[in-house]
């Protein structure tokens, strides 16, 4: 399948401070990104989906201003947390959809993952 | 109406037993079910997939069965091996759709045993 990266794979900031998240396609182009949260033991909560050249668009209750989302590129897209505090240490996730399958399906593609530690 | 029920929580097999997970879903516009694979500290993985026009679908030791009317599919992971521990995921989402998202389940925690 294809492949999907995120950088960097863990990071400890301060609380305050912000932090952004990469994440690339690398071997098709995606011309949509997700990034999810995911609590311990928990599921994969979507936060927003972005598609290239346009704004983010945020599931309900995930604050705008505090998760930055810029999709500038059919391969790159960043995830900013902004001011971060205690409270937004989680595993955030990515995704890129590959449109293209034969046949006109989709498929996503998760990447590996970014510890964020905020202390 | 765009819910996953996904149970056991957690499993514990031993190693050579079957593994089930059971999984429910509401929305009969959905057309593709897959399986994730997920090991701590890293994203999931694609297991395996299957659409609502066949009843079963097989690979290696992993078999989706597919109950279209009850709306409800499994995963039976044959002769589980301690590499199988990991969480599992079952999805369901609409793949011709552009706009369409992965509507996950809560993940089961399966632990075999040697």
């Known amino acids: 399948g294809a492949v999907v990266s995120q950088h960097p794979s863990r990071v400890i900031c301060k609380s305050g401070t912000s932090v952004k998240i990469e994440c690339r396609s690398l071997?098709?182009?995606?011309?949509?990104m997700f990034w999810y949260r995911q609590f311990p033991k928990q599921s994969l909560m979507l936060m927003a989906t972005?598609?290239?050249?346009?704004?983010?668009?945020?599931e309900q209750g995930v604050e705008k201003d505090k998760f930055l989302i810029n999709h500038a590129s059919l391969t790159l897209s960043t995830l900013t947390v902004t001011s971060a505090h205690p409270e937004d240490s989680s595993f955030y996730i990515c995704?890129?959809?590959?449109?293209?399958?034969?046949?006109?399906?989709?498929?996503?593609?998760f990447g590996p993952g970014t510890r964020l530690t905020v202390t | 109406q765009q819910q996953v029920k996904q149970s056991p929580q957690s499993l514990i097999v031993q190693k050579g037993g079957i593994s089930i997970i059971n999984c429910a879903y509401e929305?009969?516009?959905?057309?593709?079910f897959p399986w994730y694979q997920q090991f701590p500290g890293k994203g999931p993985a694609l297991l395996i997939a299957?659409?609502?026009?066949?009843s079963e679908k097989k690979e290696g030791r992993f078999t989706i069965s597919f109950n279209k009317s009850a709306k409800q599919f499994s995963l039976h992971i044959m002769d589980s091996q301690p590499g199988d521990s990991a969480t599992y995921f079952c999805?369901?989402?609409?793949?011709?759709?552009?706009?369409?998202?992965?509507?996950f389940g809560s993940g089961t925690r399966l632990s075999i045993r040697p």
């Open positions: 995704s890129a959809r590959d449109p293209g399958l034969a046949g006109g399906q989709y498929e996503q593609y």
């Open positions: 071997d098709f182009q995606a011309t949509t």
């Open positions: 972005s598609n290239e050249g346009s704004k983010a668009t945020y």
């Open positions: 929305n009969t516009a959905f057309d593709y």
């Open positions: 299957i659409r609502p026009d066949v």
């Open positions: 999805a369901a989402t609409l793949q011709y759709s552009s706009a369409s998202k992965i509507i």
